[in-house]
């Protein structure tokens, strides 16, 4: 396989792995923000900490970000299904305990059979 596919590879694995925890940060400041919001008291002359806080952590650009994460991960995908010589593998993969499902992958990329 030649090491253009694997860097593509590592690149959109980093990138799933990086828009993973940005979810997490996410996630978590928001039962964070609701912590400060129930001890505002323990806060009331820390008005310096609270506004880095909210700098630091703000909501917009935290999902802009992973915006951009997602949409750079996209264009990294086509890229390495443009160049891939796949090698397509029929597999089944188990839905619940009581369901399977088809799928068609790469065997050299990855990536899922697109439909024509």
Do not use: G
């Given at each position: ?10 690149i ?75 090698d ?10 009581d ?18």
């Open positions: 396989m030649s090491n253009s596919i694997e860097l593509l590879k590592k959109m694995t980093t990138n799933e792995n990086f828009a993973i925890y940005l979810n997490e940060i996410i996630n978590y400041k928001s039962s964070f923000d609701h912590l400060i919001n129930e001890y505002k008291a323990l806060f009331k002359d820390k008005d310096e900490i609270i506004e880095e806080y909210k700098h630091i952590y703000d909501d917009k650009s935290l999902k802009d970000l992973l915006q951009i994460i997602v949409e750079f991960n996209d264009k990294v995908a086509n890229e390495l299904y443009q160049n891939c010589s796949h397509f593998v029929n597999d089944m993969v188990d839905i619940d305990p369901r399977s499902e088809e799928i068609t992958y790469c065997s050299k990329c990855d990536l899922h059979k697109k439909e024509e």
